[in-house]
Structure formats: structure tokens, C-alpha cells
């Protein structure tokens, strides 16, 4: 299904370098692929994704030139962080330790809690030292250095399985931009 907005704003972003593309070479290479809008149509939407920060734009005269804009990446930790906010406030803690949890299959350690955000307390039950010990090994093959003193976490039960499930997929919705294919309903009957 073709979302106009969406999708061409995808393929002008996979047009540009890091050196970046004039208005003109981007006309030409849309025309290509079917998208005849013209010029003063094609500047009006580049300047919009420039004042949305989506694109950086550059005046190397006699031609403006556009680059898209390199911002920080938001890593597993942050995504599960704002989900958890977003559907759980209240549990916000014992849901992102539940989540990170299942999709790790271990421990969580205190550090990957800071990370996304969970500074407060340590929800859950602290894991048993065999566990811990497993795990830190496993982080340290990876890559990631962990304190002998760092504390890891697991949840203390099964009764987030369903909003896990439910922030798994709004990830997924939201990182591939498809929320517009989402049908949205609305309840037509009173339940009893």
C-alpha cells in the first residue's frame, strides 16, 4: 500500500549522501522513479523536512544542498523505556525490568536498569549469585564491563506478560512508521 508522504519522504532520505544532493539532482532521480512534482513543490518539502530537523539544509551557491541529519540513536534501553512510560506509568520499574528480562533471557544488571531510566529502586528480586555470575560473563564475552559488586534484578512475576506483549508491538508499530495501517476501532456495543 502506497502512504505518499511517508514513502517519499523515505526515498528522498535514501537519495542523499553524506555529502549531500541539490534540488535539482533530486527532481531528476524522483522523476525516475515516478514522483513528477515540480521544482518549487520539491524545495517547499525539502524546506519543511529541514524545519522538522529531518534534513540539514546548505546554501553552496548558485544551488541549496541536502543532507540528512545524524542525531542519536535511541538504543533498545531508551525504545523499552518510553513504551513503558506510555502504557504503564505506574509500573513503569517492573515493567521495563519485565521486558528487558524476556528479551534477554537473564538477569537484568542495575546498570542496564540506569540506562533506561530506572534509577529510584530496583524492582523485582535480586537474582541468585550463580545466575549473576553467569550472566556477567556472558556481558563481558559482549563487550560490556560490569562491577564484581553490580547487583542483577529479575522479575518478581509473570503478571506484566500481556502489557510486555502489547509495548512489544507498539515498538515495532512505531519504529517502522506504520502506524497509519493500524485499523483503529471503536467499541460499537456495551459489554456486560
Known sequence: MFHPDRDLKQIIISMLSDDGRSISYLSRELKKQGFDMHR??????????????????????????????KGK?????????????????????????????RLFKRPIFKEELERAGVFEFSPGVQAKEDEIAEARRFMQKTGFKIPTSSKAYVPASEELESVFQNLLVQILINDSECSYLVKETKQA???L
Open 40 to 69: 518549487l513543490t520539491l524545495t517547499g518539502y525539502l524546506r519543511a523536512l529541514s524545519d522538522m530537523n529531518v534534513l540539514k539544509e546548505k546554501d553552496v551557491p548558485p544551488a541549496k544542498i541536502y543532507t540528512p541529519v
Open 189 to 191: 456495543k456495551l459489554d
Open 73 to 101: 540513536e535511541r538504543d533498545i534501553y531508551l525504545r523499552i523505556a518510553e513504551q513503558s512510560k506510555i502504557l504503564a506509568l505506574d509500573k513503569y520499574p517492573d515493567l521495563t525490568l519485565y521486558t528487558l528480562y
